[in-house]
T-cell receptor, first 113, second 116 residues
Framework: KAGVTQTPRYLIKTRGQQVTLSCSPISGHRSVSWYQQTPGQGLQFLFEYFSETQRNKGNFPGRFSGRQFSNSRSEMNVSTLELGDSALYLCASSLGSSALEAFFGQGTRLTVV | AQSVTQPDIHITVSEGASLELRCNYS??????LFWYVQSPGQGLQLLLK??????LVQGIKGFEAEFKRSQSSFNLRKPSVHWSDAAEYFC??????????????FGTGTRLQVTL
């Protein structure tokens, strides 16, 4: 059974650009969550989706957005990139309606220059 | 609001020695508790979880953790560490908001170094 797949694995963008990251959950999982990991702030919750609906959102500016498709795949978008957005972005999927028992992908390493 | 404290930023142990990583949480209700491990450049792997019931939980790779409500702790232990256990370990508390909206709140992590 394939795990959570995140693409791309690495990304370099320039300040002011926007970026879209993709996450394919484990087959059958309907809940997808996103986390940002930085050396300074650690792991921080971005948002959680279930059945194409955002159920929970972390304390991030509106530049960070996401969506989930009918096949449970999810994307997150960051607009007007800032240097501080450089981070490892982790996607996690969960089987049930609760997103607590989460299985993580390997992440997308975003570098903003 | 919930929070997780991992007081040890970095721990070094010898291969074959026992290990205990500390985790303290703050949450008003019964917590859902997790330990994850992250190798360099990788995502997080779930080691074990506590939802309810027996306060001593067994996980993968020979790890176990004990939930102590009176101390608000969920410490991770392993009797004999292997060099391959070198990684960063994260404790997390899971919270459920209205309905089933949920999220994980992580501690800052403990980096484990294993000497041969």
């Amino acid at each position: 059974k394939a795990g959570v797949t995140q693409t791309p694995r690495y990304l370099i963008k320039t300040r002011g650009q926007q970026v879209t990251l993709s996450c394919s959950p484990i087959s059958g999982h309907r809940s997808v969550s996103w986390y940002q990991q930085t050396p300074g702030q650690g792991l921080q919750f971005l948002f959680e989706y279930f059945s194409e609906t955002q159920r929970n959102k972390g304390n991030f500016p509106g530049r960070f957005s996401g969506r989930q498709f009918s096949n449970s795949r999810s994307e997150m978008n960051v607009s007007t990139l800032e240097l501080g957005d450089s981070a490892l972005y982790l996607c996690a999927s969960s089987l049930g309606s609760s997103a607590l028992e989460a299985f993580f992908g390997q992440g997308t390493r975003l570098t903003v220059v | 609001a919930q929070s997780v404290t991992q007081p040890d930023i970095h721990i070094t142990v010898s291969e074959g020695a026992s290990l205990e990583l500390r985790c303290n949480y703050s949450y008003g209700a019964t917590p859902y508790l997790f330990w994850y491990v992250q190798s360099p450049g990788q995502g997080l792997q779930l080691l074990l979880k506590y939802f309810s019931g027996d306060t001593l939980v067994q996980g993968i790779k020979g790890f176990e953790a004990e939930f102590k409500r009176s101390q608000s702790s969920f410490n991770l232990r392993k009797p004999s560490v292997h060099w391959s256990d070198a990684a960063e370990y994260f404790c997390a508390v899971g919270t459920i908001n209205t309905g089933t909206a949920s999220k994980l709140t992580f501690g800052t992590g403990t980096r484990l170094q294993v000497t041969l």
